[in-house]
């Protein structure tokens, strides 16, 4: 009578979870690949929930996440399907589509998927080029391309050259360590040339700017594409628990939030 009871309990439980989860992110992934399939459109097979995870997961523990998509466009070309965890990606390589896509003409076509908010956000926050969209994308776009102009890109090389030579002869000088981050190095050099020509202000001038910019880009970073290959993202309320790297996304966060401020 027990065993039974314990059987029909889990049943319960166990059958509306599989039911949600195969109505919320099964059915609507294999719809989109058998719609796209039936187009022509190639691609790897469709595996429920984790897609090509682990293959991802395996060419990058064994540094060949580039080759990896490279073997990807010899067998399929530059259009092909791609399974990301519960969500079918649409990979385009082709000149003519990126333009369509990224052109303002049919910007009202696209647009940009909660995975790539739950990706950036923690970085660079919301309100920005990356993740915004409609009349704040479009107003983003405006304010930055002054910046892009050919005149005002020339006045920056100047600024670009004395930053990096500043950084050489750092490196050169520091003789007290026989390694060097060069991630770190660079990611604060970046920072440097961004602080200065924006806003004419020395990296030097910013307390803990090395630190900050270090778990910025390199331990924040490091902790989403974590969070990312394991689907936490993918899926809102695991993103949501308290778990999987979730407080040094957090801390990253908050510092990067109170150093832009």
């Excluded at 319960?12 to 109505?23: D, S």
Aim: hydrophobic residues 45%; neutral net charge; charged residues 20%.
């Amino acid at each position: 009578m027990i065993f039974l009871l314990f059987v029909y309990t889990s049943c319960a439980v166990v059958l509306p979870i599989v039911l949600i989860v195969y109505w919320k992110l099964i059915r609507p992934a294999k719809r989109l690949h058998d719609a796209f399939r039936s187009q022509g459109v190639p691609g790897e097979p469709f595996v429920p929930i984790i897609g090509q995870l682990l293959e991802m997961n395996r060419s990058r523990a064994n540094d060949q996440y580039m080759d990896y998509y490279e073997e990807l466009v010899k067998k399929h070309g530059n259009i092909f399907l791609h399974g990301f965890g519960p969500l079918v990606r649409l990979i385009v390589l082709e000149p003519d589509m990126l333009a369509d896509v990224l052109g303002r003409s049919h910007a009202q076509n696209y647009s940009k998927t909660a995975l790539n908010s739950n990706v950036f956000k923690p970085i660079i926050g919301t309100h920005d080029l990356l993740v915004s969209e409609g009349i704040e994308h479009e107003r983003a776009r405006k304010m930055l391309n002054p910046a892009f102009h050919a005149i005002n890109l020339q006045s920056m090389v100047s600024i670009m050259v004395d930053q990096t030579r500043k950084v050489i002869d750092e490196l050169f000088a520091s003789t007290n360590s026989t390694s060097v981050n060069l991630q770190t190095e660079l990611n604060a050099l970046t920072l440097s040339i961004i602080a200065s020509c924006a806003f004419g202000k020395g990296f030097e001038t910013i307390g803990n700017a090395r630190d900050i910019v270090n778990r910025a880009f390199t331990v924040l970073l490091q902790a989403v594409e974590y969070r990312t290959m394991r689907m936490v993202n993918q899926i809102p309320v695991l993103a949501l628990l308290p778990f999987w790297q979730k407080h040094i996304v957090d801390e990253g966060t908050r510092e990067t939030t109170e150093f832009s401020c």
